[in-house]
């Protein structure tokens, strides 16, 4: 065993380890880092996450409460309106076309809930967003609120596929009538037996029903891919932008 001094000699003559020194982000670099972060979560390009990454939750909460994410919600409005009125002016019967929209930050926004929970930062309660839908106070979203009437003018079926549980029915149904929703066809909400499934599985069978009843799903409007992909999917699908939580 060496002597201390010679163990202070030894350790004197070992390599320091290497500390880098990297430069801190200038404000400018972290915000467009995090609206990378954004975009990548909008084309489906990240991997699962469960929240808002800390760095990012200034960001996410400046996008959805100003200008650019009512800008992005009216332009997917604006592109889903088109398509349907091209479809209406084919001239084709629409007994059996159908348009499949979610519920929530599809036709009701529940940035309210949000606003109190760091908007997306905190890790996801369902107990506490339960409580909330309950109160029935979700505003609508305008513009699917406006598309959502026209493709009903146009003479879609319109089927409201959510992942609320089914003992929300009355009160998603008081909101959404509130909102200025009316008239669908089919409100479609998780049974007990689809408690266990992912949003893509449950949301696929239920599309898949709806054509082994006889309807063609030519639209869809959603704010999760899970909304949007898996099997029997419709022609054409319409993604709204939510970087504040994401659904498997």
């Excluded at 909460?61 to 994410?69: C, E, N």
């Excluded at 059996?96 to 905190?122: I, K, M, Q």
């Excluded at 479609?188 to 992912?198: F, Q």
Aim: with cysteine; hydrophobic share 40%.
């Amino acid at each position: 065993m060496l002597a201390v001094a010679g163990a202070e000699e030894y350790a004197a003559e070992l390599p320091r380890p290497l500390v880098i020194q990297l430069p801190s982000l200038t404000e400018a670099e972290a915000e467009a880092r995090c609206a990378s972060w954004r975009v990548a979560g909008e084309a489906n390009n990240l991997a699962p996450w469960s929240a808002v990454p800390a760095e990012c939750a200034a960001h996410v909460r400046r996008y959805v409460t100003g200008p650019a994410y009512r800008s992005d919600l009216e332009l997917v409005a604006r592109e889903a309106s088109a398509y349907a009125r091209a479809l209406a002016a084919s001239g084709a019967d629409r007994a059996a076309d159908a348009w499949v929209f979610d519920v929530d930050e599809t036709l009701l926004s529940n940035l309210p809930y949000y606003a109190d929970h760091g908007y997306g930062l905190e890790l996801f309660d369902h107990r506490e967003f339960d409580r909330w839908v309950e109160k029935g106070e979700a505003p609508a979203i305008p513009s699917s609120l406006r598309l959502y009437k026209e493709v009903r003018d146009l003479g879609f079926k319109t089927f409201l596929l959510t992942g609320r549980s089914e003992g929300h029915q009355g009160v998603t149904v008081d909101n959404l009538k509130k909102q200025g929703f009316h008239d669908w066809d089919r409100l479609i909400l998780r049974a007990a037996a689809d408690r266990t499934k992912t949003a893509t599985a449950y949301k696929s069978e239920k599309r898949k029903e709806m054509e082994a009843e006889g309807y063609k799903i030519l639209g869809n409007s959603g704010d999760q891919w899970s909304d949007l992909l898996g099997y029997s999917m419709s022609a054409r699908s319409f993604k709204l932008p939510n970087p504040m939580y994401y659904i498997p």
